[in-house]
């Protein structure tokens, strides 16, 4: 192939693909003294617009900072979005990234994680902080998110709503954080409907209900659809997300 030939070639982006992002390993050290492990995934020449702070599926499930969403975003959002995207493992969890001190604390003392992550965030001047929670993940934003007056807001996706109170979810009224739930057809734990009625303590919050969604979010489609609503609240200008990238 001519270089002529090939000056506008593209591949498409599939489950595997990692986008140029300027890529570094992390560590976060909690108040209670626990060392966790993560990484932090920057766009790689322009500036961050907002901030995504991850936090991942139930550990002791196989929930880590690898669920696919999470590494997609990491992999995707740097170059498609300019958008940072952090993510760690909670206490007691492992990945191919390394180990984070301590045990599982049921959504209790992962406070103190997110506090941690939070604290990373304003320490390296990262603009625009949301939480991006996903199952646990969710419930660990729900129940203590509200201690950080920088955080724009929460993306809920696949919330279960089994940890989090009712005080806990009644707090976020009138809180002026952006609240948007993203809820799939068949979800395993809360769907839609359930979710209207749960959420309703909340007027501002916004409930996204995908149609043939599942809880896992399995496949390219579904992926697609997560990363669309993130970027159309942090950054949606750049929609419609790419479904190709220019070859290397």
Same mark, same amino acid.
């Given at each position: 192939m001519s270089d002529e030939q090939g000056a506008g070639a593209t591949t498409p982006i *599939? @489950?595997?693909s990692e986008l140029p992002a300027r890529r570094e390993d992390i560590e976060l050290r909690t108040a209670d003294g626990l060392t966790l492990v993560g990484e932090l995934a920057l766009p790689e020449s322009a500036p961050p617009v907002a901030t995504l702070v991850? !936090?991942?599926p %139930?550990?002791?499930h196989g929930g880590f900072m690898d669920s696919h969403i999470l590494r997609k975003a990491a992999a995707r959002l740097p170059a498609m979005a300019d958008i940072a995207v952090l993510r760690f493992n909670l206490r007691g969890t492992s990945s191919p990234r390394g180990a984070s001190e301590g045990e599982f604390g049921d959504g209790i003392?992962? &406070?103190h994680d997110l506090a941690a992550a939070m604290g990373f965030v304003r320490e390296r001047g990262l603009r625009s902080p949301w939480l991006l929670g996903w199952s646990f993940g969710t419930e660990v934003a729900l129940k203590h998110g509200l201690e950080h007056d920088d955080l724009e807001g929460l993306i809920l996706l696949s919330p279960p709503l089994r940890r989090t109170?009712? &005080? &806990? !979810?009644t707090a976020w009224a009138g809180s002026g954080k952006h609240i948007v739930a993203v809820v799939p057809e068949f979800d395993d734990? %809360? *769907?839609p409907a359930e979710a209207a009625e749960r959420f309703a $303590? $909340? =007027?501002e919050a916004e409930l996204v209900a995908v149609e043939n969604g599942k809880h896992l979010w399995v496949g390219e489609s579904q992926t697609y659809r997560v990363l669309t609503e993130i970027v159309a609240r942090l950054n949606p200008g750049v929609l =419609? !997300? =790419?479904? &190709?990238? =220019? @070859?290397a």
């Open positions: *599939r @489950s595997g991850c !936090l991942h %139930l550990p002791t003392t992962e &406070e109170t009712p &005080e &806990e !979810l734990f %809360l *769907r $303590v $909340v =007027p =419609p !997300l =790419p479904t &190709e990238w =220019p @070859s």
